[in-house]
């Protein structure tokens, strides 16, 4: 059945009031999880979507493909919300897409979130999800990307750091607007379409607790980038975010890191969750799903697809 999307500006608007609503400083992380999970269904599977649910690393996840079941490539999907909420809900219909575009099974986690579980208990969980794949699900690390969005962005830049450290070196990162710095509060503005800093900075003291916000692991830009696997980076311009992932670009350049870094004038904040009603975002997965598609196929020529999307800066 064909795609029916609908226009940008129309999309924009509908989301505006829903994102100032769900993320709201001044509700409840609960309640915040229950307006992303109720909005979660609007964002819908492209056809050929199977998920299967069981556990990484003893955290429940799913494993998303489309088309053939069997898949001998994966991809570790964290997703974004702050460390503080979305789930794998809120991502399924962006997993979907990945796993079309890359040809893989994407394997969405449900880790720790905070307030609950402050650092470091979600990049422990990934770590130990990325290692499960690796010996209980008959993959090699060259054949196993990570990806994630936000938070979960981040969160793949500390898991990546915290493998390859320990001599596993994922296949590829997949990035986008990745939030690397949580301790900083420069921000030039507070807020864009989907971010508010009230918001993120409530979020971000909450997921450290007691912690040091100096911590690579926390703040991987804080930290040394060397040694990562290629990445393939996207952000906004209009975001909240975009003069920190500007630099986090900057670093991983100087520190010899192959990047293959998009910038989108008129994509707000991970566009890519409506990538089931908007032509442009559909065009963005399919621009990540490319890339880490031919990083994790050891041996095959690599063939990367242009960026599609007209908004590309």
Do not use: C
């Not at 979130?113 to 969980?125: F, K, Q, V």
């Not at 990445?231 to 906004?236: A, Y």
């Amino acid at each position: 059945m064909k795609t029916v999307y609908l226009p940008l500006p129309l999309v924009s608007a509908a989301l505006k009031p829903f994102y100032r609503l769900a993320l709201d400083a001044r509700l409840p992380f609960t309640v915040q999880r229950k307006l992303l999970d109720l909005g979660a269904p609007l964002q819908t599977m492209p056809e050929g979507a199977v998920v299967q649910r069981l556990t990484l690393g003893g955290r429940r996840a799913e494993r998303v493909t489309v088309g053939a079941t069997e898949r001998d490539t994966a991809v570790l999907y964290l997703h974004g919300g702050a460390y503080t909420i979305g789930s794998m809900a809120t991502h399924r219909s962006l997993a979907a897409h990945l796993a079309r575009e890359s040809a893989s099974a994407v394997y969405v986690l449900d880790y720790r979130l905070a307030p609950e579980n402050p650092y470091p208990a979600g990049l422990t969980d990934a770590v130990a999800a990325y290692r499960e794949l690796l010996k209980s699900h008959g993959f090699t690390a060259d054949r196993v990307a990570i990806a994630g969005d936000s938070a979960g962005g981040g969160l793949s830049v500390a898991t990546a750091r915290h493998l390859v450290d320990d001599g596993v070196k994922p296949a590829a990162l997949g990035l986008i607007s990745p939030w690397v710095d949580p301790g900083a509060r420069d921000a030039q503005f507070e807020r864009d379409l989907v971010v508010n800093t009230a918001w993120s900075y409530t979020s971000a003291e909450a997921y450290l607790g007691d912690g040091d916000p100096l911590d690579q692991g926390f703040a991987p830009l804080q930290g040394d980038l060397t040694g990562l696997p290629p990445v393939v980076l996207h952000v906004g311009t209009s975001e909240v975010l975009y003069p920190q992932i500007v630099a986090f670009h900057e670093k991983l350049l100087l520190s010899g890191v192959e990047v293959d870094y998009v910038e989108y004038e008129k994509l707000w904040h991970v566009a890519h969750l409506q990538a089931s009603i908007l032509r442009e975002a559909a065009d963005a997965v399919h621009h990540l799903g490319a890339f880490i598609g031919a990083r994790v196929r050891a041996g095959s020529e690599v063939v990367l697809a242009e960026p599609t999307s007209s908004d590309i800066a």
